[in-house]
């Protein structure tokens, strides 16, 4: 079930111009939430998210009519497991790919030179939520001096617990996209 998010919310957190509208798909292509959530909500830009919607790329189509998970791996010469064949790719979070089940919405992260994939959302709404959590934690984090661990770990805490509060998914695996890059924030890797 989506996590309600206003369009004010995601466009406080990363201003209008970091976001990316998809086009509805194809009737029956996508999960219909799904749809009407990129169409009016939309996906934000970040340092660490990045919606890939290039015009000059053949599979801009994507989200509309044909999978472009599996052209994206083709044009990289890398193998796609056959049960992702029909997903879509969404973007890039820091170091993997993100897909998109259209389906049932579910969000897989596939890591960098990797075909193995993992849960990394159980809906793109708690992606985006994510996404806002991690936002406003960077700007605490970047105010905080870069000798102070225990300033950051408490701000990186709180964050998981507010993205835990909404979906387990991005925390359950240790070796997750989310995991790794929270481990980096308290190792003081990004700011």
Not at 58 to 84: C, I, V, Y
Not at 168 to 185: K, R, S, V, Y
């Amino acid at each position: 079930m989506l996590t309600h998010i206003t369009p004010e919310a995601v466009i406080e957190a990363f201003g209008l111009t970091s976001i990316t509208y998809f086009p509805q798909a194809a009737p029956g292509h996508m999960h219909g939430p799904t749809a009407d959530f990129l169409a009016t909500i939309g996906l934000p830009e970040s340092k660490f998210f990045g919606p890939r919607m290039d015009p000059e790329d053949n599979s801009a189509q994507r989200l509309r009519f044909g999978p472009s998970l599996k052209a994206s791996f083709e044009r990289a010469g890398s193998e796609l497991p056959p049960e992702a064949e029909t997903w879509e790719k969404l973007g890039d979070f820091v170091y993997a790919t993100v897909a998109l089940d259209p389906r049932d919405g579910r969000i897989y992260a596939f890591p960098e030179g990797e075909s193995d994939y993992q849960l990394m959302h159980e809906d793109v709404s708690s992606l985006v939520h994510a996404l806002i959590v991690l936002n406003r934690g960077r700007v605490n984090f970047r105010k905080l001096r870069p000798d102070d661990d225990e300033q950051r770990a408490q701000i990186v805490d709180r964050m998981t617990q507010e993205i835990t509060a909404v979906d387990h998914a991005p925390f359950t695996d240790e070796e997750g996209e989310w995991e790794t890059l929270f481990d980096q924030i308290r190792l003081n890797m990004w700011r």
